[in-house]
T-cell receptor, first 113, second 114 residues
Framework: NAGVMQNPRHLVRRRGQEARLRCSPM?????VYWYRQLPEEGLKFMVY????????ESGMPKERFSAEFPKEGPSILRIQQVVRGDSAAYFC???????????FGSGTRLTVV | DQQVKQNSPSLSVQEGRISILNCDYT??????FLWYKKYPAEGPTFLISISSIKDKNEDGRFTVFLNKSAKHLSLHIVPSQPGDSAVYFCAARRVGNTGNQFYFGTGTSLTVIP
């Protein structure tokens, strides 16, 4: 039973490019959460999705960031026109039910050069 | 607005001694608290939790204490082992209209010295 799978593990993008981060939840988990950890900061909630629905995106920056969790395939966090300040570790977590705690993936470390 | 705070960014303890990691929170609506452990280049993994209706939960070498009046919780590790060296995140749950949301502290890096 594979855990939460995130890829790529490391992603380097130049300023202005697009970054696409993928997350495959654990088998049987239909709730996906994205968190961001900036240097010297804790984990900050970004967005909560269920299949084909965004449930809570209160932590998402208003511009350039979007997320989806299609009926088939992984959840995608997309960052358009990346800037240096987007450099961070992005963690995905999943749960089988809204009342359960999370299982986290290993994260994607995005570096914008 | 940091609703969950871990004021000690790092802690060093001798092997065999007790490690005490502290966490403070501001929102009285939090009903469930968790500790996660994170090794470098890995995602956080769940360690132990406590409901707001309890004041103590123990699991092997790990014990979490909750003081609701002080809005404070702590994680005790006894005896500490070198493999416990990791970053520990405190998290608190609040039930909202769209389900639960978890708020995380900034983490405490624990080093257990052999």
């Amino acid at each position: 039973n594979a855990g939460v799978m995130q890829n790529p593990r490391h992603l380097v993008r130049r300023r202005g490019q697009e970054a696409r981060l993928r997350c495959s939840p654990m088998k049987g988990h239909s709730h996906v959460y994205w968190y961001r950890q900036l240097p010297e900061e804790g984990l900050k909630f970004m967005v909560y999705l269920q299949k084909e629905n965004i449930i809570d995106e209160s932590g998402m920056p208003k511009e350039r960031f979007s997320a989806e969790f299609p009926k088939e395939g992984p959840s995608i966090l997309r960052i358009q026109q990346v800037v240096r300040g987007d450099s961070a570790a992005y963690f995905c977590a999943s749960s089988p039910d809204v009342n359960y705690g999370y299982t986290f993936g290993s994260g994607t470390r995005l570096t914008v050069v | 607005d940091q609703q969950v705070k871990q004021n000690s960014p790092s802690l060093s303890v001798q092997e065999g001694r007790i490690s005490i990691l502290n966490c403070d929170y501001t929102n009285s609506m939090f009903d469930y608290f968790l500790w996660y452990k994170k090794y470098p280049a890995e995602g956080p993994t769940f360690l132990i939790s406590i409901s707001s209706i309890k004041d103590k939960n123990e699991d092997g070498r790990f014990t979490v204490f909750l003081n609701k009046s002080a809005k404070h919780l702590s994680l005790h590790i006894v005896p500490s082992q070198p493999g416990d060296s990791a970053v520990y995140f405190c998290a608190a749950r609040r039930v909202g209209n769209t389900g639960n949301q978890f708020y995380f502290g900034t983490g405490t890096s624990l080093t257990v010295i052999p």
